[in-house]
């Protein structure tokens, strides 16, 4: 059974500082998904990782992906408040079709 | 362009009712699915179907039934709804698995049910 994890499941943080959220993965996967979700809202997607050692950026988000080691981080830099949201990191088994599987999400506050 | 759509946002329902949540995409994509989210759970997937015509069990299908209409709907039916079933779903699209597809999953906005 394939198991998701995120870790830090919360996170408070002051702007301007810089963050790693951590996703790690317990079975062989072909891709790798994040996700933004703002309270009370849809998700939307952010990247979709490939391969081993792709890398993705978008604005202060910069996402990779560690295939050997079963990991993927989204990094945080100077973070602004529009960023608060909820993160989430799902994976999509090899040779198991459509399926993704999400992990816990990493809630992110970012003050003023 | 509406993407993914569904019905209703919000609904109550008292145990052993019935209900069923609507979803319809404008993508043309092959691909759909239903997941629940409780708090501190991320998503679990309830069903999906992988192209118009088939449908498949994902991590919690107890309790639920679904009906691949066509290629835009898919829908989720709560035959008799139980308090354990309160939660937010969520419908979302994808094109089908394989080759240079990037297999990325857009959502619906949500139904929040409360089972009383």
């Known amino acids: 059974e394939l198991k998701v994890e995120q870790n830090p499941l919360f996170l408070s943080m002051q702007e301007g500082k810089n963050y790693t959220i951590y996703c790690n993965y317990s079975?062989?996967?072909?891709?790798l998904y994040w996700y933004r979700q703002d309270p009370g809202k849809s998700l939307e997607s952010l990247f979709v990782l490939l391969s081993n050692g792709a890398v993705k950026q978008e604005g202060r988000l910069m996402a990779s992906l560690d295939t050997k080691a079963r990991l993927s981080t989204l990094h945080i830099t100077a973070a602004v408040h529009d960023l608060s949201a909820t993160y989430f990191c799902a994976v999509r088994v090899h040779n198991a079709g459509n399926m993704l599987t999400f992990g816990g999400g990493t809630r992110l506050m970012v003050k003023p | 362009n509406a993407g993914v759509t569904q019905t209703p946002k919000f609904q109550v329902l008292k145990t052993g009712q019935s209900m069923t949540l609507q979803c319809a995409q404008d993508?043309?994509?092959?691909?759909m699915y239903w997941y629940r989210q409780d708090p501190g759970m991320g998503l679990r997937l309830i069903y999906y179907?992988?192209?118009?015509?088939?449908?498949d069990k994902g991590e919690v299908p107890n309790g639920y039934n679904v009906s691949r209409l066509n290629k835009r709907e898919f829908s989720l039916r709560l035959e008799s709804a139980a308090p354990s079933q309160t939660s937010v779903y969520f419908c979302?699209?994808?094109?089908?698995?394989?080759?240079?597809?990037?297999?990325?999953?857009?959502f619906g906005e949500g139904s929040r049910l409360t089972v009383l």
């Open positions: 179907s992988a192209s118009e015509g088939t449908t």
């Open positions: 079975t062989t996967s072909d891709r």
């Open positions: 993508m043309n994509h092959n691909s």
């Open positions: 979302a699209s994808s094109e089908r698995w394989g080759g240079d597809t990037t297999g990325e999953l857009f």
